[in-house]
């Protein structure tokens, strides 16, 4: 399975940005896609999650609002919208796909998109 996200970039403090990944292979076969961060000299850690059924979760240190996960079935994606953008948000975006299944079982990783949030 492979995941290739797009979206990132330089933008400035305030503004928003969509993050995408694309699945190459039907969404509907992935039981949970998730979108991780990586911001320098830190660990990895979640930013949110969604199965297949639509269920979400967000990181507890997320407030406010400004992030919000959503998949389209027609498309094979998963976006992540990011508002409000802070120097802090700045880090490696990735995308993540697990299925668990009798038949079938992966647990894939996409390259990552940068994104920096500077004045």
């Known amino acids: 399975v492979q995941l290739v996200e797009s979206g990132g970039g330089l933008v400035q403090p305030g503004e928003s940005l969509r993050l995408s990944c694309a699945a190459s292979?039907?969404?509907?076969?992935?039981?949970?896609m998730g979108w991780y961060r990586q911001a320098p000299g830190k660990a990895r850690e979640v930013v949110a999650q969604?199965?297949?059924?639509?269920?979400?979760?967000y990181a507890d240190f997320l407030k406010g609002g400004r992030f919000t996960i959503s998949r389209d079935n027609t498309k094979d994606t998963v976006t992540l919208q990011i508002n409000s953008l802070k120097p802090e948000d700045t880090a490696v975006y990735s995308c993540?796909?697990?299925?668990?299944?009798?038949?079938?079982?992966?647990?894939?990783w996409g390259q990552g998109t940068q994104v920096t949030v500077s004045s």
């Open positions: 292979i039907s969404i509907s076969d992935i039981d949970m």
């Open positions: 993540r796909g697990r299925t668990q299944r009798p038949d079938i079982q992966f647990d894939s």
């Open positions: 969604i199965t297949s059924g639509g269920s979400t979760y």
